[in-house]
């Protein structure tokens, strides 16, 4: 085994999506194996299910354990794990199978991570919808993972579309509840959070913009109070704290300051504020960061796209650049 590198797990996502499809294409990218050794987790049928679907052949390693595995530049480790087979993956069609299949997997690594037989791990898209019917009891991934690594303060995701960062206050939530949860505390330690996030990525200086919650800013309490009573002062707040952060700035113009670079990332109030204009901006190239936690877990921002699945039409950027992500943070979390 390289120990110089990081070692990052693959996991397939819904089989019943693009998942399969798009992990064939990533280890088709010879870039992966100068960042980190990869290791491959599902079952095997699927994956050659997957391969056949892009029309791609890469060889893989298979295994039964990670102790003393030899890993090779362009040949990934396949560890078999089989919660699901190929004949009872329905393409293009929500399967609760396939949602079982995925928390069973990502149970595994998640054990994989805590026993340190990986550093960190990327996983193609799934269905929340397949994940429920499944037997999920987890409102979202994050969850699982605040559980999982005993993290429960983590303020939420981290979006990254090529050198912007955004994270939001508030995610899945309905927005009547937004206005009660944008409080002092809520938003300073989602700001001291987004900057950290940043540090360990390697920016050594990173530069926070803070979006406001209501039109024009509030326009000094016109319509609204938050921003007077809790966004500002939670800047002021982060400011002590040695975090280089401003605002708040209007939501329909804090993306036109990101463009003239100013700044690194944006912190916004709830989950549409950021995600439709980072969406907008890049879709096929957006990857989803899970920061905070003791080891490198990032995911495409796309969906599992069943209306294409088994077509072979799937970009694989999103897995791509996730996994780029994945190895720096697992590398300096490593070290």
């Not at 994956?47 to 029309?55: N, P």
């Not at 796209?305 to 994945?326: H, S, V």
Request: hydrophobic share 40%; net charge neutral.
């Amino acid at each position: 085994m390289n120990h110089k590198k990081p070692t990052i797990g693959v996991l397939l996502g819904d089989s019943s999506g693009i998942g399969p499809e798009i992990i064939a294409k990533l280890i088709s990218r010879p870039e992966i194996y100068e960042q980190a050794n990869v290791v491959i987790v599902g079952d095997y049928r699927v994956f050659r299910m997957g391969q056949k679907i892009a029309g791609l052949s890469q060889p893989v390693t298979i295994t039964d354990h990670l102790d003393a595995v030899p890993f090779e530049i362009g040949r990934p480790v396949f560890y078999d794990y089989p919660p699901i087979s190929d004949g009872e993956v329905t393409l293009g069609k929500v399967n609760p199978k396939s949602g079982k299949a995925v928390m069973d997997t990502f149970a595994f690594m998640v054990d994989l991570a805590l026993a340190k037989k990986i550093d960190g791990f990327v996983f193609a898209p799934f269905n929340k919808e397949a994940m429920r019917l499944g037997g999920s009891p987890y409102h979202s991934e994050l969850d699982f993972f605040k559980e999982k690594f005993n993290r429960p303060n983590i303020p939420g995701e981290v979006s990254v579309l090529d050198d912007l960062w955004t994270t939001r206050v508030t995610s899945h939530v309905g927005i009547s509840q937004v206005s009660a949860l944008i409080t002092r505390e809520n938003v300073c330690n989602t700001i001291c959070f987004m900057d950290g996030v940043l540090r360990t990525f390697g920016i050594k200086n990173p530069r926070l913009a803070v979006s406001a919650l209501n039109p024009h800013a509030g326009e000094g309490g016109m319509f609204g109070p938050e921003e007077k009573e809790a966004i500002a002062p939670a800047i002021e707040m982060a400011r002590r704290e040695g975090v280089s952060a401003e605002g708040p700035f209007p939501a329909d113009t804090i993306f036109l300051r990101i463009k003239k670079g100013n700044y690194h990332a944006v912190v916004s109030m709830y989950h549409d504020q950021g995600q439709i204009a980072t969406k907008l901006l890049g879709f096929d190239r957006g990857v989803t960061v899970h920061g905070g936690l003791p080891v490198a877990i990032a995911t495409p921002a796309q969906g599992s796209a069943f209306d294409i699945a088994g077509q072979g039409k799937a970009n694989p950027e999103g897995i791509t650049r996730a996994f780029l992500i994945a190895g720096r943070l697992a590398a300096r979390l490593k070290a």
